[in-house]
């Protein structure tokens, strides 16, 4: 049973392309993220939700547009893919906190887009 | 500000031998989580060990454990008797439980620790 799924794993596009990456979790967490790794690891907060709305919001191009049709899908999509754009992505859920070990979060496998 | 600071990028240990992973954090919310994730070569993130500041003992699962110091505000993850699949990327984690921002989570820039045969 997997937690956390995105896909796809990889995913390889021209510049200028529009793409999506789908992110579904089991777990019944009220809050899915997304994180970009870039390639020296770094892990950046991009977008949160919590019960299908927009919670965190940071600094990222408006070509990035999250979807969260319910609590349990949070889809990301990137128009206008820059060569920039390549990294791994990563899709996360936890609970609400209450303050416990309860309040893990945790992440999908990770889709690695590659910009030609 | 930093919330997480892990100050080593690369740590070599040999097989069998303990390591320890240095992580301090910043906040000034009583209530707050620490987690530790493993990320091998692989790719995917694997949560290892949770702390909440309440918690009166240090946090162990199994080969790992958390030497909390909460006064010094720092939270590093011990490794015991290293194993070759060890060798991995390690990243510390915190969530302020009582903040605005109590779902967001905060990251280091991780430590690249290579287990030696």
């Known amino acids: 049973d997997t937690a956390v799924s995105q896909t796809p794993k990889y995913l390889v596009t021209q510049m200028g392309n529009d793409k999506s990456i789908k992110c579904e979790q089991n777990?019944?967490?009220?809050?899915m993220y997304w994180y970009k790794q870039d390639s020296k690891k770094f892990l950046k907060i991009m977008f949160s939700?919590?019960?299908?709305?927009?919670?965190i919001n940071e600094t990222v191009p408006n070509r990035f547009s999250p979807k969260s049709p319910d609590k349990a899908h949070l889809n990301l999509h990137i128009n206008s893919l820059e060569l920039g754009d390549s990294a791994v992505y990563f899709c996360a859920s936890s609970q609400d906190s209450s303050g416990g070990s309860t309040d893990t979060q945790y992440f999908g496998p990770g889709t690695r887009l590659t910009v030609l | 500000a930093q919330k997480i600071t892990q100050t080593q990028p690369g740590m070599f240990v040999q097989e069998k031998e303990a390591v320890t992973l240095d992580c301090t954090y910043d906040?000034?919310?009583?209530?707050?989580?620490l987690f530790w994730y493993k990320q091998p070569s692989s790719g995917e993130m694997i949560f290892l060990i949770y702390?909440?500041?309440?918690?009166?003992q240090n946090a162990t699962e199994g080969r790992y454990s958390l030497n909390f110091q909460k006064a010094r505000k720092s939270a590093n993850l011990v490794i015991s008797a290293s194993q070759l699949g060890d060798s991995a990327m390690y990243f510390c984690a915190m969530r302020d439980f009582l903040s605005n921002t109590g779902n967001q989570f905060y990251f280091g820039t991780g430590t690249s620790l290579t287990v030696i045969p």
């Open positions: 906040t000034s919310d009583p209530s707050y989580g």
């Open positions: 702390q909440g500041s309440y918690d009166q």
């Open positions: 939700y919590n019960n299908k709305e927009l919670i």
């Open positions: 777990l019944g967490h009220d809050t």
